[in-house]
């Protein structure tokens, strides 16, 4: 081959092996685009947040793109905490939350210009739950309050005749959830968590820890406690305990998902309000009949 014609056909190569390589980087780029999901596309619908939440997200995602074909909604497995971040940093589109949005949160999306609108889409009650050999049925607030503050550590302090005293093991949410905001406020009062209070990082965990261990307690959603009936034991709620074993005159609690039970609260959908036109089906079909629905057969209270 002469010279030239050597030069030539190196020159073809090289052109060749540089539109390869362009061509791979593009399909990387494509691959990683829908990996990611693209902001603006309508077809597609991000969820992150609540895990007490989780199960009736997905219940709602599933009933609505069997509704809406094309329409694709996934659903991430996280925290309240997590799910606002993930919304304000544009990386989900809606965030289920088990509380409002804390005074950083409302700074951060001040910050970035982003105008979180809230919808309040079903009722909760948070489930203090011991372990199946527990004897104990029924615990007032304030007696609550002191298990988690560490003032009582040990069951006999409440289950009267109970000889031995054995060790309180104590159970709770992270920070960053939105179940551990709301037990703070409502039970703790303010109060922080004892030193022998375990941290665990999810509602599941709590569940199985409790389960494990028959000196346990814990706190999770209602609905997770209810699944988990044959795993755990609901303890009833009082507002008060006036004498050890006897509730308060007026707090007797007689149905666990009731608006009366004391730890109720509301769960929310949050998103953005400039992009409201991509979810606003989504969110219509969870305050519409079948999204209700699937609240009550889930153990939730609904919206209404």
Not at 139 to 145: A, E, K, S
Not at 223 to 247: D, F, H, M, N, Y
Request: glycine fraction near 10%; hydrophobic fraction near 35%; charge should be negative.
């Amino acid at each position: 081959m002469r010279p030239n014609q050597a030069k030539f056909s190196n020159l073809l190569l090289l052109t060749a092996l540089l539109f390869l390589s362009l061509s791979i980087s593009s399909l990387g780029l494509s691959g990683c685009s829908s990996l990611f999901g693209d902001d603006n596309d309508k077809t597609r619908i991000r969820v992150l947040g609540s895990d007490t939440m989780e199960e009736l997200v997905r219940k709602w995602a599933n009933g609505f793109m069997t509704d809406n074909e094309g329409v694709q909604v996934t659903v991430q497995s996280g925290d309240t905490g997590a799910g606002i971040t993930g919304l304000i940093e544009g990386k989900v589109d809606v965030a289920s939350a088990s509380r409002e949005l804390t005074e950083a949160e409302q700074k951060s999306a001040h910050e970035k210009k982003i105008h979180l609108k809230r919808i309040m889409v079903a009722r909760d009650s948070i489930a203090v739950v011991v372990n199946l050999q527990n004897k104990l049925a029924e615990i007032g607030l304030d007696d609550l309050q002191k298990v988690y503050a560490g003032e009582t550590e040990t069951w006999d302090k409440l289950i009267p005749g109970l000889k031995d005293s054995e060790p309180i093991r104590v159970f709770g949410r992270e920070k960053s959830s939105g179940t551990f905001d709301y037990f703070h406020d409502h039970v703790m009062e303010g109060k922080p968590f004892g030193k022998s209070v375990k941290l665990m990082s999810s509602s599941e965990a709590i569940i199985g820890a409790v389960y494990g261990n028959r000196l346990g307690i814990g706190f999770v959603g209602m609905s997770q406690a209810q699944e988990a009936r044959e795993k755990v034991k609901i303890l009833e709620l009082s507002l008060r305990t006036e004498q050890v074993g006897e509730p308060g005159n007026t707090a007797a609690i007689t149905s666990l998902s009731s608006d009366a039970y004391p730890l109720s609260r509301p769960l929310y959908l949050y998103f953005d309000q400039n992009k409201d036109t991509k979810v606003e089906d989504f969110i219509r079909y969870v305050m519409g009949s079948k999204g209700q629905k699937t609240v009550s057969d889930m153990g939730f209270m609904t919206a209404q």
